[in-house]
Protein backbone atom coordinates (compact mmCIF):
# COMPACT_ATOMS: atom_id res chain seq x y z
CA UNK A 1 0.00 0.00 0.00
CA UNK A 2 1.32 3.68 -0.82
CA UNK A 3 -0.12 6.60 1.14
CA UNK A 4 1.16 10.11 -0.68
CA UNK A 5 1.43 12.95 1.69
CA UNK A 6 1.08 16.81 1.06
CA UNK A 7 2.06 19.76 2.79
CA UNK A 8 3.03 23.31 1.89
CA UNK A 9 -0.36 24.83 1.36
CA UNK A 10 -1.97 27.87 3.02
CA UNK A 11 -3.54 31.30 2.77
CA UNK A 12 -1.93 33.66 0.62
CA UNK A 13 -2.41 36.88 -0.78
CA UNK A 14 -2.52 37.49 -4.70
CA UNK A 15 0.73 37.66 -5.99
CA UNK A 16 2.27 35.37 -3.49
CA UNK A 17 4.02 31.85 -3.29
CA UNK A 18 3.84 28.69 -1.80
CA UNK A 19 5.74 25.80 -2.08
CA UNK A 20 3.59 22.16 -2.06
CA UNK A 21 5.82 19.24 -1.43
CA UNK A 22 4.45 15.22 -1.63
CA UNK A 23 5.98 12.63 -0.53
CA UNK A 24 5.49 8.78 -0.96
CA UNK A 25 5.55 6.39 2.16
CA UNK A 26 7.51 4.02 0.05
CA UNK A 27 11.12 5.29 -0.92
CA UNK A 28 11.91 1.93 -2.30
CA UNK A 29 9.51 2.71 -5.27
CA UNK A 30 9.99 4.76 -8.03
CA UNK A 31 6.91 5.94 -10.01
CA UNK A 32 6.47 6.69 -13.54
CA UNK A 33 5.19 9.98 -13.57
CA UNK A 34 4.18 12.26 -10.58
CA UNK A 35 1.77 15.33 -10.40
CA UNK A 36 -0.60 17.57 -9.05
CA UNK A 37 -4.04 17.90 -9.93
CA UNK A 38 -6.58 20.70 -7.75
CA UNK A 39 -10.26 20.89 -7.78
CA UNK A 40 -11.68 24.26 -6.74
CA UNK A 41 -15.59 24.34 -5.28
CA UNK A 42 -18.58 23.58 -7.52
CA UNK A 43 -15.99 22.51 -10.10
CA UNK A 44 -14.25 19.35 -11.73
CA UNK A 45 -10.90 17.90 -10.72
CA UNK A 46 -8.18 19.27 -13.13
CA UNK A 47 -4.47 18.76 -14.08
CA UNK A 48 -1.94 21.05 -12.92
CA UNK A 49 0.94 19.38 -13.87
CA UNK A 50 2.90 16.57 -14.27
CA UNK A 51 6.39 15.27 -14.74
CA UNK A 52 7.82 11.61 -16.06
CA UNK A 53 10.61 9.97 -14.12
CA UNK A 54 12.74 11.12 -17.11
CA UNK A 55 11.85 14.60 -16.24
CA UNK A 56 9.61 15.80 -18.86
CA UNK A 57 6.79 17.61 -17.85
CA UNK A 58 3.03 19.10 -18.92
CA UNK A 59 1.67 21.81 -17.55
CA UNK A 60 -2.16 23.27 -17.46
CA UNK A 61 -2.43 26.29 -19.99
CA UNK A 62 -3.50 28.26 -17.22
CA UNK A 63 -0.09 27.90 -14.79
CA UNK A 64 1.85 27.83 -17.69
CA UNK A 65 4.96 30.39 -16.61
CA UNK A 66 4.10 30.92 -13.29
CA UNK A 67 4.34 27.06 -11.86
CA UNK A 68 7.05 24.55 -11.87
CA UNK A 69 7.01 20.98 -11.29
CA UNK A 70 10.24 19.01 -10.07
CA UNK A 71 11.15 16.01 -8.51
CA UNK A 72 13.29 15.67 -5.92
CA UNK A 73 16.64 13.25 -5.18
CA UNK A 74 14.58 10.76 -3.68
CA UNK A 75 12.21 9.25 -5.90
CA UNK A 76 9.28 9.22 -4.26
CA UNK A 77 8.75 12.69 -3.98
CA UNK A 78 7.37 15.29 -6.15
CA UNK A 79 7.14 19.61 -5.53
CA UNK A 80 4.99 22.70 -7.20
CA UNK A 81 6.41 25.71 -6.75
CA UNK A 82 3.78 28.18 -7.52
CA UNK A 83 3.80 31.72 -7.77
CA UNK A 84 2.05 34.62 -9.10
CA UNK A 85 -0.58 33.54 -7.63
CA UNK A 86 -4.76 34.76 -8.21
CA UNK A 87 -7.30 33.67 -7.27
CA UNK A 88 -8.84 31.56 -9.44
CA UNK A 89 -5.69 29.18 -8.18
CA UNK A 90 -7.57 29.08 -4.86
CA UNK A 91 -8.40 25.14 -4.85
CA UNK A 92 -7.77 22.18 -2.75
CA UNK A 93 -4.03 20.10 -4.56
CA UNK A 94 -4.08 16.65 -4.58
CA UNK A 95 -0.44 15.06 -5.30
CA UNK A 96 -0.68 12.09 -7.77
CA UNK A 97 1.61 8.96 -8.76
CA UNK A 98 1.18 6.37 -11.32
CA UNK A 99 3.41 3.16 -11.36
CA UNK A 100 2.41 0.74 -13.93
CA UNK A 101 -1.12 0.25 -13.80
CA UNK A 102 -1.81 1.73 -10.57
CA UNK A 103 -2.51 5.60 -9.71
CA UNK A 104 -2.42 6.55 -6.37
CA UNK A 105 -3.72 9.85 -4.52
CA UNK A 106 -2.70 12.16 -2.02
CA UNK A 107 -5.85 13.78 0.47
CA UNK A 108 -4.90 17.15 -0.61
CA UNK A 109 -3.93 20.49 0.48
CA UNK A 110 -5.80 23.80 0.46
CA UNK A 111 -4.64 26.79 -1.06
CA UNK A 112 -6.66 29.64 -0.88
CA UNK A 113 -5.77 33.29 -2.65
CA UNK A 114 -7.42 36.43 -1.56
CA UNK A 115 -7.49 39.22 -3.81
Known amino acids: QVQLGESGGGLVQAGGSLRLSCAAS????????MGWYRQAPGKQRELVAT???????LYAESVKGRFTISRGNAKNTVYLQVNSLKPEDTAVYSCYAKRGPADYWGQGTQVTVSS
Open 51 to 57: ISSRGGS
Open 26 to 33: RNDLSFDT
